[in-house]
Nanobody, 127 residues
Framework: VQLQASGGGLVQAGGSLRLSCAAS????????VGWFRQAPGKEREFVAA????????FYADSVEGRFTISRDNAKNTAYLQMNSLKPEDTAVYYC?????????????????????WGQGTEVTVSS
């Protein structure tokens, strides 16, 4: 699966952005998708993950209640809706995918568990 993230930009604190992760490849609809972010000078961190079906999601505590991960398998695209943005959300956001051909409900929260990565899209939240 090849991934391309988009939708980043500059937004004021309290604002919203929606990131998209467009995929090519036949197995996207059978893949877990995760979003990660990396702020300047910091390590990459997990943001959210969604199961192949879209029925199961999991969020980092720092974004729970503000961010929503979703997917449209018919469009081979996953999304990250980000509301109530804070300056500390400033980072490069990456989407990642891992095949789950067995169609389990397992979600992955660490980067090494993912097989494919997009190129990243930059989000800057001004105070």
């Amino acid at each position: 699966v090849q991934l391309q993230a988009s939708g980043g930009g500059l937004v004021q604190a309290g604002g919203s952005l929606r990131l998209s992760c467009a995929a090519s490849g036949r197995t996207f609809s059978s893949s877990v998708v995760g979003w990660f972010r990396q702020a300047p000078g910091k390590e990459r961190e997990f943001v959210a993950a969604i199961s192949w079906s879209g029925c199961n999601t999991f969020y980092a505590d720092s974004v729970e209640g503000r961010f929503t991960i979703s997917r449209d398998n018919a469009k081979n695209t996953a999304y990250l809706q980000m509301n109530s943005l804070k300056p500390e959300d400033t980072a490069v956001y990456y989407c990642a995918a891992r095949e789950d051909l067995a169609h389990t409900i397992v979600l992955f929260t660490t980067g090494y568990e993912y097989e494919s990565w997009g190129q990243g899209t930059e989000v800057t939240v001004s105070s």
